[in-house]
């Protein structure tokens, strides 16, 4: 079970780690059509985005922990 939870966790922590490197993009991911230009993201929703990102990877972070230890 730890191996599927690590190999499955591995893309989640990518899109973790590219959204809070990149919040701009992440944010347009599969949603360019509907814009003819780029949008201006507001401050507070590049933070969120981050946080979000942040809270993420610590989620999957104690999952694995406690399926090591549980």
Excluded at 6 to 19: A, E, R, T
Excluded at 22 to 32: A, I, K, Q, V, Y
Excluded at 47 to 57: H, Q, V, Y
């Amino acid at each position: 079970m730890l191996f599927i939870l690590i190999v499955l966790s591995i893309p989640i922590y990518g899109i973790c780690i590219w959204s809070f490197i990149e919040p701009e993009e992440s944010l347009m991911f599969g949603n360019r059509w509907r814009y003819n230009g780029t949008p201006e993201f507001s401050e507070q929703q590049i933070l969120i985005t981050k946080i979000g990102a942040i809270m993420g990877i610590i989620f999957m972070s104690l999952l694995i922990i406690i399926e090591i230890f549980a």
